[in-house]
């Protein structure tokens, strides 16, 4: 049947060899040099020569682009993989609007943007240069409207990403429920709370109030959304106290937020690690794409800290498990 996806999962799986695992991390973690970072990546098929200075960006749109397009080689348009595409248009959204507002020349916003989203980037950047969300999807007009007018009423850029990033978890959590899908469902979930439980956690350390909490923790997830606020409002053991007895306990025990970001990556890479074994279905291609996903974060990482001279400890503080 055509949605077992059998060929599709097998040219997935036959690429999964070229993953970064456990010890490459190491390797590249190890490195002794920017340069010696790139070339144990260009080893492994990634496009380091596109690398200006210490400039990475291009690489690392280059290796999410690859993602998308094997996705699509493989399987075309998966209806149940459009959950990730739409995060690329709230992505797109944001760039198109902030683009907008400080007058970029048309001519140089064609790196700020992801290919491979559900909306044409063309559409998205009309309707920022126009003030005309109505021209956008339902799931995108809404916030592509009250964005702007927080940007502009305010000058605070910040403020334009919190109604994006809020939008984009609870359009998430939407789709995620109403997925038949049980391995997108509990993605959807899980990010919606770590990111809710993210920025509660940022919110106490900067004497946040609840205006301002109300404004960035989203609605949807698993958690109680008033239970988390009001955690985040009290003493620096609330919040932990809130998350006991819940599948975000151990959130609780990280003391920074690298541990953090290590601890929620581990439990991503857990639950899609059965999907290695896998040979139908879409599971093992939503898999794919989240395990793309967190080698890139974390490669982008090692990347950034040899330019600037990070310490070593200070890096692997962040990294963990890789998906093969």
């Not at 695992?21 to 790139?38: C, Q, T, V, Y």
Request: proline share 2%.
């Amino acid at each position: 049947m055509p949605e077992d996806y059998i060929y599709a999962v097998t040219r997935i799986h036959i690429r999964e060899r070229n993953l970064l695992n456990g010890a490459d991390i190491d390797a590249l973690s190890s490195a002794k040099s920017f340069s010696e970072a790139l070339s144990l990546l260009a080893a492994k098929g990634w496009e380091t020569q596109l690398v200006s200075g210490g400039d990475t960006e291009a690489l690392i749109n280059t290796e999410y682009e690859k993602t998308w397009a094997l996705i699509a080689e493989a399987a075309g348009q998966v209806e149940e993989l459009n959950i990730f595409r739409r995060t690329r248009d709230f992505h797109n959204l944001k760039a198109a609007i902030k683009l907008t507002y400080t007058g970029e020349p048309s001519h140089s916003r064609a790196r700020y943007f992801l290919d491979y989203g559900l909306t044409p980037t063309e559409r998205i950047i009309q309707a920022a240069d126009n003030r005309e969300f109505s021209l956008l999807p339902d799931y995108l007009a809404k916030a592509g409207k009250e964005a702007w007018e927080a940007l502009v009423n305010t000058g605070n850029g910040q403020l334009c990403e919190i109604v994006i990033d809020r939008a984009a978890l609870e359009d998430l959590d939407r789709e995620g429920k109403a997925s038949g899908n049980p391995l997108i469902r509990r993605y959807a979930t899980f990010t919606v709370d770590t990111a809710n439980i993210k920025a509660a956690a940022r919110c106490h350390l900067l004497s946040r109030g609840c205006k301002f909490l109300e404004h960035v923790v989203a609605e949807g997830g698993s958690l109680n959304r008033k239970g988390l606020i009001d955690a985040a409002l009290g003493d620096g053991y609330e919040i932990g106290k809130f998350l006991s007895g819940t599948p975000y306990e151990g959130a609780a025990s990280t003391e920074s937020s690298g541990a953090f970001e290590r601890w929620r990556n581990d439990e991503l890479i857990r639950m899609i690690r059965p999907q290695a074994k896998a040979y139908s279905g879409v599971e093992p291609l939503a898999a794919y794409i989240l395990a793309r996903e967190n080698e890139i974060a974390m490669a982008r990482l090692i990347l950034s800290s040899k330019a600037v001279g990070l310490s070593e400890s200070a890096v692997k503080e962040r990294l963990g498990l890789t998906y093969v």
